[in-house]
């Protein structure tokens, strides 16, 4: 059974940082390419970044380049991602993505809150 995992979501200041993981079983998952995606109230779930399966090519949202950084240890079957000066638009329930060729698996995501 493919489960991804995320974790490290909840409230954080605007200017704060949180590290988000998604923790891969049931799948090789050095061979699939990784990516986080957001879902904000009443939007539609949107590509925040994304990584190759040996991680050598990323990619971002222009909303947050510069300030969020995805990576992955395949050793540990985990996918993360770093994000720093969050402000409140970030806030979202924040999904973990797993995918080669018709193969995509999802996590069930973990909520972000950017408040004072």
């Known amino acids: 059974q493919v489960q991804l995992v995320e974790s490290g979501g909840g409230l954080v200041q605007p200017g704060g940082s949180l590290r988000l993981s998604c923790a891969a079983s049931?799948?090789?998952?050095?061979?699939?390419?990784g990516g986080w995606y957001r879902q904000a109230p009443g939007k539609e779930r949107e590509l925040v970044a994304s990584v190759t399966a040996a991680g050598g090519t990323t990619k971002y949202a222009d909303s947050v380049k510069g300030r969020f950084t995805i990576s992955r240890d395949n050793a540990k079957n985990t996918v993360y991602l770093q994000m720093n000066s969050l402000k409140p638009e970030d806030t979202a329930v924040y999904y973990c993505?797993?995918?080669?060729?018709?193969?995509?698996?999802w996590g069930q995501g973990t909520q972000v809150t950017v408040s004072s």
């Open positions: 049931g799948i090789i998952f050095s061979i699939y390419a």
């Open positions: 993505k797993a995918a080669r060729g018709n193969k995509v698996y």
